[in-house]
């Protein structure tokens, strides 16, 4: 039998970066899915990225992760949102041709020489003195190892629902796992049970697009990946279509209301008000009179499309009715229903900011089982946690991620600090240091990081390391250039004021109506450098007083993560402290006074007399 | 370890002969340079050394007369530069003083954090540190609610809709860089400016305010409660000395919460003399009514008037049962008639109980000697309104200068993204005063406003 150092459980999104990551960093790896035919399956809409997601993936990228590379292979469509708002906000958003997508992954994982596939049920892990020993499948068989990764997505004891036909299956119509839940009971897992939905899938052959709105890719195509070459990665794209409901399809959905499983009280688990069906949408905005439907491609190769803005529970009968309301799916023939879908989730606290569990020695967990939501929240979790299981079969310090060094610091801090009573999804507005946290930084903000976890190899990180002194050499230089009153004639002709002396051109390109590509008629000796240099440049200097204010918050906030709590500490003898304070942090164990001050029921007067107890500890040792 | 500055009033607030306003920090020194003056004289100071001037504003306008001393780390009190300005003992002297210091880069210290600082640098022994967090803890919850309390009313009301207005203005920019393809109702930038403008006015009203009708208030805020006419309003006569209540036998004559400042003992005590508390139909005795349980709620000590002739009623037991954890003294009136009242071991302790005649002011005295125990043994203290009441002040210019920002923003033609950073700061500001954080209210605003999502 051959020894593994990490298993990885589940080959969705959060296991295929967990185990790419574990092999690639040199760990013995293997991976147990219930279904080899469903690796990287994407079970609801056929999209990457989009706004804050698509911060996640360049993220992930820039740590050595898989999912841009694997999208950047199989897009149809591409679009940069928001490019009419900050550099801030600016996301990439890709449409995917799922089945290319599913069948590149697979490719990938099965080139990596330290990874094996098994298609086997894990039904049980095997804990001894609070550190893991194994697991168990289901002949009966036991694989030790080192660590072990939980991905298991919306699997365990899953049902979908579509009206009162309740199946006992998982996402896309899949076996769900039932005995890995009985597993977490016994070794004092804390549960959460969470709901999710997905529109239905119609026959593109069988709708009208002249009736609907063309949504095409952008001109210029930006890849996702540091790593793809942008002229490479044009291509003729497939468009969206656009289509609206109406007040037909509000009367049909109004009129049955009672049939739907969240309104006849079916459904235990706790639905996200992001994600509303289409049933809730017209109950809790009952004044709208319409609702946007956007018809999106599953594939080059199929004619199924997916109707987003409509996702549904209702009856199939309903479904059908509701659905030939809009304009253009008239005629349309459903391919599969929509439904809803309950499972096993965990409350996240019960996780450090390495994904790893408190009370449980080598066991990670990422993805939707962490009750988040989404393809990129749950590969942002796989790879951190791959990762961190990598480096502790390594016995080396994990690798953490804070809030001000990636939206994926966000992300994992709010799900393990605050946790989350809704399937988290990640939003631009979470971030509250979001000017420093932009798409277009994400390799300077978190490469040095892959590379020192040992994830990004050294050829990369020294093309990374000389696009970054590049930078700083370009900022350097514009800012010792004189623009003269020679170029009031090149000034008079962008509307911008005239000079009297020179100025250095850093103050030109700080005027709103100029940019650092504007000026390169009045900056002669200008080197040779790449757009993704100049976009640095460009925000750097013109945006430098947000900047810096930003980068003040940061050192303000970093002052309290560095403010360590012990592991041992014993909360209920530190004296001033309120009763609820000593409970929740004694239940959380926070690793500093930051992340305690973040808990839920830590008041600022508790975070007062942490900072006093610590600083007595230090004293006194 | 600590990065700001902070400063307060260390003498007793009242109209003592001198007022020290205490400033504690990096930036002590330069503080202390932008509003002291002295005259002919500018040679640096030295440390530990006591000069005389003026403070004066920028503009030289004097604020007081007073010596000023600067104090170099480590050998001070908080092992801080330490920065002592003694100026007169009046209430508006040493506001003027105060406030000088705190626009001039300062914020106002919590109470107890001077002792913090001091501790937490080393000076104090660490036999009594947890004594000290102790009263770190108990302190910094009091300073929260007195700051609150000092915004009741229409202020914080007012303070409440600016909140709500920017969380609005906030939610609606979130939602379209969240939801850029949803059909959202755009908000233009003119908008953000045009709300963020009426804003400002909205602030400089409430700031003005701030500024003039402050008064130094002191002492020990002090509620008598009880159901009507059980004799609250005789017992505040008795108190102050004089018949300033309406005092009649028809219940429900009390309709307003009345203020009077009495010196018990040598203990400053402000009294208020609420409404009876009973369920009402009359509205404006309803109004005085939910002022009374306001000052239950504020009140640093509770005098609760009972009917020693009659049995207890429900609302008796209810007060009672309610107001167990809080600094309280029973009053049972007329003990001169027979006793009809029986109290139940869970209901009260037997220490807090004194029994008065306020006819004949039998047991008059013990019950002023139990307030003065109370105070000198430190069982209640006095709120400093008057830094309670700065820090609401300076948190309103915080969340007025982000909207400044934000018109700025939109002048300089930033992308609407930007304006976020300063709204959340100015709403942040405000969260000191309403205790909103802003993350949540922003999302929780997006989801039940908008229809977005998949």
């Known amino acids: 039998m051959t020894d593994y150092d990490v298993v990885i459980i589940g080959g969705g999104h959060a296991g295929c970066e967990a185990a790419l990551a574990c092999a690639r960093m040199g760990v013995k790896t293997i991976m147990f899915v219930m279904n080899l035919d469903s690796i990287a399956m994407m079970p609801c809409n056929p999209n990457i990225g989009g706004t804050s997601k698509g911060h996640l993936v360049r993220e992930i990228d820039a740590l050595g992760g898989e999912m841009a590379k694997n999208i950047d292979k199989t897009f149809i469509q591409s679009r940069m949102l928001n490019t009419g708002k900050g550099p801030a906000v600016h996301s990439l958003r890709a449409q995917a041709d799922k089945a290319a997508y599913a069948t590149e992954m697979l490719k990938t994982l099965q080139s990596e020489p330290n990874l094996s596939l098994r298609q086997s049920e894990v039904t049980d892990i095997s804990v001894q003195n609070g550190e893991l020993k194994g697991v168990f499948t289901r002949s009966g068989a036991f694989t030790p190892c080192k660590a072990a990764v939980i991905c298991v997505g919306t699997y365990m004891r899953s049902r979908c629902l579509c009206g009162d036909v309740i199946t006992d299956v998982g996402p896309n119509g899949l076996k769900n796992a039932k005995r890995l839940s009985e597993s977490f009971a016994k070794l004092d897992v804390s549960m959460m049970r969470f709901k999710t939905g997905t529109p239905a899938r119609i026959d593109g052959a069988t709708i009208d697009r002249s009736k609907m709105q063309i949504q095409p890719g952008d001109e210029v195509i930006t890849p996702f990946s540091f790593d793809t070459d942008a002229s490479g990665a044009q291509r003729v794209q497939v468009p969206c279509y656009l289509t609206y409901t109406n007040e037909r399809t509000h009367r049909i959905i109004r009129q049955n209301l009672s049939r739907s499983p969240i309104y006849s009280n079916i459904i235990e688990g706790t639905g996200a008000r992001y994600c509303p069906s289409i049933e809730d949408k017209i109950v809790r905005f009952a004044d709208k009179d319409r609702h946007q439907v956007f018809i999106e491609p599953e594939g080059e190769n199929t004619t199924e499309m997916y109707v987003s803005g409509m996702s549904t529970s209702m009856p199939e009968d309903v479904q059908e009715a509701m659905y030939r309301t809009v304009p253009g799916l008239e005629n349309c023939r459903l391919t599969r229903n929509g439904y809803a879908i309950e499972?096993?989730?965990?409350?996240?606290?019960?996780?450090?900011?390495?994904?790893?569990?408190?009370?449980?020695?080598?066991?990670?967990?990422?993805?939707?089982?962490?009750?988040?939501?989404?393809?990129?929240?749950?590969?942002?979790?796989?790879?951190?946690?791959?990762?961190?299981?990598?480096?502790?079969?390594?016995?080396?310090?994990?690798?953490?991620?804070?809030?001000?060094?990636?939206?994926?610091?966000?992300?994992?801090?709010?799900?393990?600090?605050?946790?989350?009573?809704?399937?988290?999804?990640?939003?631009?507005?979470?971030?509250?240091?979001?000017?420093?946290?932009?798409?277009?930084?994400?390799?300077?903000?978190?490469?040095?990081?892959?590379?020192?976890?040992?994830?990004?190899?050294?050829?990369?990180?020294?093309?990374?390391?000389?696009?970054?002194?590049?930078?700083?050499?370009?900022?350097?230089?514009?800012?010792?250039?004189?623009?003269?009153?020679?170029?009031?004639?090149?000034?008079?002709?962008?509307?911008?004021?005239?000079?009297?002396?020179?100025?250095?051109?850093?103050?030109?390109?700080?005027?709103?109506?100029?940019?650092?590509?504007?000026?390169?008629?009045?900056?002669?000796?200008?080197?040779?450098?790449?757009?993704?240099?100049?976009?640095?440049?460009?925000?750097?200097?013109?945006?430098?007083?947000?900047?810096?204010?930003?980068?003040?918050?940061?050192?303000?906030?970093?002052?309290?993560?560095?403010?360590?709590?012990?592991?041992?500490?014993d909360y209920s003898t530190i004296s001033g402290l309120r009763i609820e304070a000593r409970q929740k942090l004694s239940a959380a164990m926070p690793a500093n006074i930051g992340r305690a001050s973040r808990i839920t029921g830590v008041s600022p007067s508790d975070t007062a007399v942490l900072l006093a107890y610590i600083k007595k500890a230090r004293v006194q040792s | 370890m600590f990065d700001d500055t902070i400063a307060a009033l260390?003498?007793?607030?009242?109209?003592?002969?001198?007022?020290?306003?205490?400033?504690?920090?990096?930036?002590?020194?330069?503080?202390?340079?932008?509003?002291?003056?002295?005259?002919?004289?500018?040679?640096?100071?030295?440390?530990?050394?006591?000069?005389?001037?003026?403070?004066?504003?920028?503009?030289?306008?004097?604020?007081?007369?007073?010596?000023?001393?600067?104090?170099?780390?480590?050998?001070?009190?908080?092992?801080?530069?330490?920065?002592e300005i003694h100026c007169h003992g009046g209430s508006s002297c040493v506001a003027g003083v105060l406030r000088l210091v705190l626009l001039n880069g300062a914020r106002p210290a919590e109470p107890g954090e001077f002792t913090k600082r001091a501790f937490i640098n080393g000076r104090i022994d660490l036999s009594r540190a947890e004594a000290v967090m102790d009263v770190i803890s108990a302190k910094t919850d009091l300073a929260r609610r007195a700051a609150i309390n000092r915004l009741q009313g229409s202020v914080h009301k007012e303070c409440?809709?600016?909140?709500?207005?920017?969380?609005?203005?906030?939610?609606?920019?979130?939602?379209?860089?969240?939801?850029?393809?949803?059909?959202?109702?755009?908000?233009?930038?003119?908008?953000?400016?045009?709300?963020?403008?009426?804003?400002?006015?909205?602030?400089?009203?409430?700031?003005?305010?701030?500024?003039?009708?402050?008064?130094?208030?002191?002492?020990?805020?002090?509620?008598?409660?009880?159901?009507?006419?059980?004799?609250?309003?005789?017992?505040?006569?008795?108190?102050?000395?004089?018949?300033?209540?309406?005092?009649?036998?028809?219940?429900?004559?009390?309709?307003?919460?009345?203020?009077?400042?009495?010196?018990?003992?040598?203990?400053?005590?402000?009294?208020?003399?609420?409404?009876?508390?009973?369920?009402?139909?009359?509205?404006?005795?309803?109004?005085?009514?939910?002022?009374a349980l306001r000052h239950i709620d504020s009140a640093d000590l509770l005098i609760i008037v009972l009917d020693g002739s009659s049995p207890a009623t429900e609302e008796d037991i209810s007060l009672l049962m309610n107001t167990r954890e809080r600094k309280r003294i029973v009053a049972i009136n007329k003990s001169d008639l027979p006793s009809a009242l029986h109290l139940e071991e869970e209901w009260i302790k037997p220490d807090e109980i004194i029994k008065i005649s306020l006819l004949d002011e039998i047991g008059a005295n013990k019950l002023l000697e139990k307030i003065k125990d109370m105070f000198f043994l430190g069982e209640i203290e006095q709120k400093d309104t008057l830094i309670s009441g700065l820090r609401a002040e300076q948190a309103l210019r915080r969340c007025r200068d982000g909207l400044c920002n934000v018109v700025r923003a939109v002048d300089a033609g930033l992308p609407e993204d930007f304006c976020t950073i300063d709204l959340r700061e100015s709403h942040a500001a405000l969260g000191e005063i309403t205790g909103e954080t802003t993350d949540d209210a922003v999302i929780d605003k997006i989801f039940s406003e908008f229809c977005v999502g998949k």
Not at chain 1, 496 to 509: C, T
Not at chain 1, 546 to 564: A, G, M, N, P
Not at chain 2, 52 to 75: I, R, T
């Open chain 2, 10 to 83: 260390s003498t007793p607030p009242g109209s003592g002969g001198i007022g020290v306003v205490r400033v504690s920090g990096d930036k002590a020194l330069s503080i202390l340079n932008a509003v002291f003056r002295r005259k002919k004289d500018a040679s640096a100071m030295k440390s530990h050394t006591l000069y005389y001037g003026v403070a004066a504003d920028e503009k030289g306008e004097v604020a007081d007369e007073v010596l000023a001393c600067y104090m170099k780390k480590p050998a001070t009190y908080t092992r801080e530069d330490v920065v």
């Open chain 2, 160 to 291: 409440a809709e600016i909140s709500t207005e920017i969380v609005s203005v906030l939610a609606r920019v979130e939602a379209s860089i969240d939801y850029p393809e949803h059909d959202l109702e755009e908000i233009t930038l003119k908008d953000v400016k045009d709300r963020s403008l009426r804003l400002i006015k909205r602030l400089d009203r409430l700031i003005d305010g701030a500024h003039r009708g402050r008064v130094l208030q002191y002492g020990v805020e002090t509620a008598i409660v009880g159901k009507p006419n059980v004799g609250k309003s005789s017992l505040l006569n008795f108190l102050l000395g004089e018949d300033r209540a309406i005092v009649s036998d028809t219940p429900g004559t009390t309709r307003d919460a009345i203020q009077e400042c009495a010196n018990i003992k040598g203990v400053p005590l402000r009294l208020a003399d609420t409404a009876g508390i009973r369920e009402t139909t009359d509205e404006i005795e309803r109004m005085g009514v939910e002022k």
């Open chain 1, 343 to 569: 499972y096993d989730c965990i409350d996240a606290t019960q996780l450090t900011l390495s994904l790893e569990f408190k009370h449980i020695k080598g066991l990670f967990s990422a993805g939707q089982f962490n009750g988040s939501s989404g393809y990129e929240e749950a590969a942002a979790q796989g790879l951190v946690a791959g990762i961190n299981a990598a480096l502790f079969a390594l016995k080396k310090p994990a690798m953490t991620i804070d809030r001000s060094e990636g939206y994926i610091g966000v992300l994992i801090d709010d799900l393990t600090a605050k946790g989350s009573d809704e399937p988290y999804r990640m939003m631009t507005s979470r971030a509250e240091y979001r000017l420093l946290l932009r798409q277009d930084n994400a390799d300077l903000r978190l490469m040095p990081k892959g590379y020192a976890a040992g994830l990004v190899p050294k050829d990369r990180f020294e093309r990374f390391e000389a696009k970054r002194e590049s930078i700083e050499r370009e900022i350097k230089r514009v800012g010792q250039v004189m623009a003269t009153p020679e170029a009031n004639a090149f000034l008079r002709s962008q509307n911008s004021a005239e000079l009297n002396s020179g100025v250095p051109l850093r103050d030109l390109i700080k005027r709103p109506e100029l940019d650092y590509l504007k000026l390169a008629p009045i900056d002669r000796n200008r080197p040779k450098i790449t757009r993704d240099v100049a976009e640095q440049v460009n925000v750097r200097i013109k945006f430098e007083g947000y900047i810096k204010r930003q980068t003040e918050q940061v050192e303000r906030f970093k002052r309290l993560e560095d403010k360590k709590l012990p592991e041992n500490i």
